[in-house]
């Protein structure tokens, strides 16, 4: 499943266009928009595109009042959350993934807890309507979401091209509350009061 969805989604011509749509869809959302503390993971290769996210979080009027976060891999496999002021403070790391600058990594007073985070925006490789969601395989959000708020609201980001009939999930793999392509927003059967206005 993974080479296949993959597959389909490097084919896409206008993934900045898409990635907007998508990002549309999530300004509508109310969860997006009572959010103070938001974890946006920042995109490579065909991924939806999360930089204008990230942009508008950081130069928006509010931002006084929203903290932008952003995971980063530690050396020993688990995620890291940084609190990002600016992307000047970010540079390549694992994989070529955008992280936090060496200097700012031991910086205690930008590190945050993942019981803080209001709002998590996810990356993964295949979606389904119920919520399931299937990553690179190596459960890095796997563990990170195990230890959120019951509070916090978890969104997959995906082209539609991404949607599958069925994810195959373990007992252990907790669903996300919504996935937003450029279709619009489906809501899993765990959330029981989606609001969208």
């Known amino acids: 499943m993974r080479t296949v969805v993959r597959a389909r989604r490097k084919k896409i011509l206008d993934r900045k266009k898409r990635s907007l749509l998508i990002f549309h869809h999530l300004q509508a959302l109310s969860w997006w928009k009572r959010a103070r503390t938001i974890l946006v993971y920042m995109s490579i290769s065909s991924e939806v595109e999360t930089e204008p996210i990230i942009s508008e979080i950081l130069g928006n009027t509010f931002h006084e009042m929203r903290k932008c976060v952003i995971p980063w891999c530690h050396e020993d496999g688990h995620l890291e959350l940084f609190h990002l002021s600016s992307l000047e403070e970010l ?12 200097v700012w990594k031991n910086a205690k007073e930008r590190q945050v807890s993942i019981s803080a985070v209001d709002l998590i925006l996810l990356p993964g490789i295949a979606f389904d309507k119920k919520g399931g969601r299937l990553g690179q395989g190596k459960a890095f959000y796997d563990r990170l979401l195990s230890k959120i708020s019951p509070q916090t609201k978890t969104v997959g980001l995906a082209f539609s091209c991404q949607m599958v009939p069925s994810v195959p999930c373990a007992e252990h793999d907790r669903p996300v509350d ?17 609001e969208i206005f």
């Open 91 to 102: 540079e390549a790391g694992t994989m070529k993934i955008l992280e936090p600058k060496k």
């Open 178 to 194: 919504a996935v937003i392509t450029e279709e619009g927003v489906f809501f899993s059967s765990e959330t029981r009061t989606p």
